[in-house]
């Protein structure tokens, strides 16, 4: 097989709307001609988009008769003759130019498909467009809302020997007019036992809520201003409520809120 008539053969090819013995000489063709192969392969990415780009329909009761008809037409063709015989110039010609329709028909419908999904993606690209930009207006709104401000940050320390090696810090935000407690390092802890957190203020204790602790890492957040505080701490509680108005249980880490280090959050 030339590539002139692997051309001619491409379109119904790419549909498998040939014989076997045109599937075979076309196959060994393309397996020598990276020309050829690189047109089926551009025609075979068309075709196997095609249920993607074409609405699903069902075809009318018609419609199989007639293919039926067609078929039976064709079958009642005589074939070519072959071996000794010579074919007359006609009948090749006629043969040629059959070939030729089909391949420029298997085109068409392939060039129909191909605009048809063409203007279906546009459609949705469109549409994704549309939506992109609604959501980059959204997360502007956001992120002008969210800007960077200065918080107030300030250190604990562990205080017994068991949490010698325990640290955390106390971040107030005033913009968002929040407080959050973070402390590492904790041991862990026993049956119904509790980290609770505290402000102090002249020997007043008040209660800022139990930490909640999770991979290692034990925090609670509360609203309002540390401003009229002077010390943090944590204590340990047997729990499961923690201790209402002072620690009952041992104070396992504290820090002055004086001196605060300035951080960008």
Not at 227 to 239: I, Q, T
Request: glycine share 8%; proline share 6%.
């Amino acid at each position: 097989m030339t590539c002139e008539e692997f051309e001619e053969l491409s379109g119904a090819f790419a549909l498998d709307a040939v014989t076997p013995e045109e599937r075979q000489a076309a196959r060994e063709h393309l397996a020598g001609c990276v020309k050829c192969a690189h047109l089926y392969e551009e025609l075979r990415s068309v075709v196997d988009l095609l249920p993607l780009s074409v609405t699903q329909v069902n075809p009318p009761p018609e419609a199989k008769d007639r293919l039926l008809a067609t078929i039976r037409g064709e079958q009642d063709v005589p074939p070519l003759e072959r071996g000794g015989q010579v074919r007359s110039a006609r009948a090749i010609g006629a043969r040629r130019w059959s070939r030729r329709l089909a391949g420029i028909a298997a085109a068409a419908v392939l060039m129909l498909a191909l605009l048809g999904g063409m203007t279906a993606w546009n459609i949705s690209l469109q549409h994704t467009v549309a939506s992109l930009q609604q959501q980059n207006g959204a997360l502007a709104q956001e992120v002008n809302g969210l800007r960077p401000e200065v918080a107030e940050s300030y250190i604990l320390t562990g205080r017994t020997p068991s949490t010698q090696n325990a640290s955390g810090k106390l971040i107030y935000l005033p913009k968002q007019h929040l407080t959050i407690l973070i402390m590492q390092g904790l041991p862990k802890l026993q049956a119904q036992q509790v980290y609770q957190g505290w402000l102090i203020q002249n020997g007043r204790t008040v209660n800022i809520g139990l930490l909640s602790v999770q991979n290692g890492i034990a925090s609670v957040d509360f609203p309002g201003d540390i401003s009229s505080y002077s010390a943090a701490a944590v204590s340990l509680e047997r729990g499961p409520n923690g201790s209402k108005n002072a620690p009952a249980g041992p104070v396992v880490a504290s820090g002055q809120l004086s001196h605060p280090v300035l951080v960008m959050v």
